[in-house]
Structure formats: C-alpha cells, structure tokens
C-alpha cells in the first residue's frame, strides 16, 4: 500500500443506462509509467476522468497515495494534461504560468518549466488568445507540471505535435520517471505506448482486458512468425511436418512460418538441417494483440 500511487479497487461507473466501466481494479506504483490504451468508447476517457476526481465512481473506490483524488494534499502531488487546452485570455503565458506556481507549496521554478517544456521567450511574452496550437500544448505540459507533481496524467498528449516536438515530450517524460514521478497516459499511437510505457492497460467495452508489459501483452496472440531465405529450392517438408509449423508462406521471397512457439521452429530449422538465411522472429504487434483482446470479450471469452 505504501508504494501504491494509484489504486482502483471494483470500480463501476454508470451514465443513465450505459455503463461506461465495469467492475475494474488495479494498482500503479510509484515511479512506473502505464500507459490506458483501448478504441474508441472503451472508458479510457472515464476512467482518466475518475482518477483526476473530476468524475466520482458508481461503485468501488479510487485512493491516490491512499487518499481520495479530491483531497488537497493529493491535488498538490497531480499534474494532468487533458486533450482540450483551455487558457485564460488577457494573461500573457509568463502570467499564468507565475499564477499556477502560486497555488503550490513546492513549484518548479520558472527556469526549470522552460527548460523541462521548450517554450521560448515568444511564447513567455505571448498572451493566451493569440498562441498556437503548438504553444497551447507546451503552456499546457508547463502548467501540468508546474506545482512539482509526484503523479502525471496525461490524456492524448502528443495529438497535434510533430516529430521533433513529440520526441523531445517522451525525453522529458522519461527523465520525469527516472525522478521517481508516476506517469499514467494514454494514447492512439501504439508506437508511443510500446516504446515509453512499462506496463499497458488496455480496456474493451468499459472492462479491463489486459494488465501487463507490452512484451508479454504482444506475446499472448497468435500472430508469431520465423521467416527468412533459402539457399535454394530446398524442400520444407520436413520441416513442416512438425505439429509447431501450423503454416507455411511464400511471399517477397521469404519463407514464414506461423506458429506459437518461435524457439521451438529456430530448433527445428537447425535440426532439420535447413539452409536458411537472414531469419527474422516476429512477435506480432500490439494493434494485432489488442484487436484479439477486443474480439474476444465481445464473442464472451
């Protein structure tokens, strides 16, 4: 309990007929980044919404740092970056950045918010209406992390952002971690979930379907493969003779091999004296593994 940064324990969240979550719990240590994955509708939104205590619970409970998400002291350790960036107008970014600091008892310093956030002296000077998108969203990381937070949120962060601007977040993100901060985000990009996050919660219909490293997320589908070349026309009947090999292709060249056992099948190419060349294992990818988690709860299992 003591390391927990956020727990949800049998969490239902209901809107007139609809349930949006179902019966959900988990845990998030302290310093782990979790990434809240899932299509459209699944409750990711929800869920964010009931740990940031903008939103309460039909039934079950929500603590961060054991504590109700509406507690002061639990609001002075959040910092949340929602996917609508709303600014006060009149106020130059210097001066809204200045006011936030003011409502924390530990901010960062404003060196540090530049720094940490890439605004520029411009944008300082900017006022609030005439900023562009990109400068909403480094105003809007500066005020999730002005008042020095020990837990993050983020929803959608990087929607909007280029490829540089995008790149630099997930460095600060990452140096944030390393501080021992407790990041939770989520995301469309699963290129961004499997490279930052420790640990993906996927949700389908309002359920959580899956709690684990993308590694292991990837692993439980079907969709593993050992491809590479031949030498030659060499045969591969023996090889598939074998009850791993469930099927064998040929395309660009490439023979691939379907099958939920890769060690087993590079074994068996060894074994079976197969003159093969540039062999490529393939785990499948976390949009096939979620497909799959979706598709299953929706056909009951």
Request: hydrophobic share 40%; charged share 25%; net charge neutral.
């Amino acid at each position: 309990m003591m390391n927990e940064a956020v727990s949800v324990s049998n969490v239902t969240k209901h809107f007139q007929q609809k349930t949006a979550v179902n019966n959900i719990s988990f845990s998030i240590e302290k310093g782990e980044i979790a990434a809240i994955l899932g299509p459209n509708g699944a409750g990711k939104t929800t869920v964010i919404s009931m740990i940031l205590g903008l939103l309460k619970p039909s039934e079950g409970d929500i603590k961060l740092f054991n504590r109700v998400p509406n507690d002061q002291q639990v609001r002075e350790k959040m910092g949340a970056m929602l996917q609508d960036v709303s600014v006060m107008p009149g106020l130059k970014v210097n001066e809204i950045l200045e006011l936030f600091r003011s409502y924390y008892p530990h901010p960062l310093s404003m060196k540090e918010l530049v720094a940490l956030t890439a605004l520029t002296k411009d944008d300082l000077k900017t006022r609030a209406e005439k900023l562009s998108g990109g400068q909403k969203r480094r105003l809007s990381f500066a005020l999730a992390l002005a008042g020095n937070p020990e837990l993050l949120i983020f929803d959608e962060p990087t929607v909007g952002m280029d490829t540089s601007s995008r790149h630099r977040f997930w460095q600060t993100i990452h140096g944030l971690a390393d501080q021992g901060k407790t990041i939770i985000f989520s995301t469309h990009y699963l290129q961004e979930a499997d490279d930052a996050a420790q640990r993906i919660l996927f949700f389908a219909d309002g359920r959580l379907v899956a709690d684990d490293s993308p590694m292991q997320i990837r692993s439980r589908i079907q969709k593993q493969s050992v491809s590479f070349t031949l030498h030659s026309d060499e045969s591969l009947e023996r090889l598939s003779r074998h009850p791993e090999v469930e099927q064998v292709i040929q395309k660009h060249k490439r023979t691939i091999i379907h099958t939920s056992n890769t060690d087993k099948v590079l074994a068996l190419i060894f074994q079976e004296n197969i003159h093969a060349r540039d062999i490529r294992v393939e785990q499948g990818t976390l949009d096939e593994a979620f497909r799959q988690l979706a598709d299953g709860i929706r056909e009951g299992i």
